[in-house]
């Protein structure tokens, strides 16, 4: 068994920010997608409403990836303070 001592923070923030970000990518076109899939079925095509539906993806895609940044920089540094008073998780690693 190997302890975890310390979470790097950056290589943490980049993984999560494009984790998210892809979370946030893949939301905004479901969102979008649906919209106009509603709008047509209904009948009553708003391009406002619509257009303001596809200009989700990148929102969403910006916001997701902004909470990934800002999770990937506070839960490292809390599980390093965290880790130096009552010790790291403790894991099983196979090195080939």
Known sequence: MTELKRIGILS?????????GIVGLTLGII????GAIYDIIVGQVSWGGTGLAF?????????FAGGGL????????????????VGGIRI?????
Do not use: E
């Open 92 to 96: 099983n690693l196979k090195l080939d």
């Open 31 to 34: 969102y979008s997608v649906g």
């Open 12 to 20: 943490s923030a980049k993984f999560l920010t494009v984790l998210m």
């Open 70 to 85: 800002a999770v990937g920089i506070i839960a490292p540094l809390a599980y390093n303070l965290f880790a130096r008073w």
């Open 55 to 63: 200009a989700a993806i990148p929102g969403m895609t910006a916001m």
